[in-house]
């Protein structure tokens, strides 16, 4: 059975920095290619970041250089590093597996995880 639990979230100010992770199991994690989402209130699913499994990174206009995935593929984690964090942030934040390298949209991912709450006081 695959699952993905995401941890790290929480309440942080504006310019804090805060680091997630994805605890992966049940799937051939060092292979597959890893995502980051998040989810505002009335807002569709919306892609972060990704890395596939030689490392190559791909991230969304808007992280601007503020944000860093990462993966470790000896204790099946991935993570996602995120500094500078802005009231616009504040989402439910989704960790996702599957196989389209370079993938940006939901239906290029296989597995979620139940996601982590992130939200940013000004």
């Known amino acids: 059975q695959v699952q993905l639990v995401e941890s790290g979230g929480g309440l942080v100010q504006a310019g804090d920095s805060r680091r997630l992770s994805c605890a992966a199991s049940g799937l051939h994690f060092s292979r597959q290619v890893l995502g980051w989402f998040r989810q505002a209130p009335g807002k569709d699913r919306e892609f972060i970041a990704s890395?596939?499994?030689?490392?190559?990174?791909d991230y969304a206009d808007f992280v601007e250089g503020r944000f860093i995935i990462s993966r470790d593929n000896v204790k099946n984690v991935a993570y996602l590093q995120m500094n500078n964090l802005k009231p616009e942030d504040a989402a439910v934040y989704y960790c996702?597996?599957?196989?389209?390298?370079?993938?940006?949209?939901?239906?290029?991912?296989?597995?979620w995880g139940q996601g982590t709450q992130v939200s940013v006081s000004s």
């Open positions: 890395i596939s499994w030689r490392e190559n990174a």
């Open positions: 996702a597996a599957g196989w389209t390298d370079l993938g940006r949209i939901v239906r290029d991912y296989d597995y």
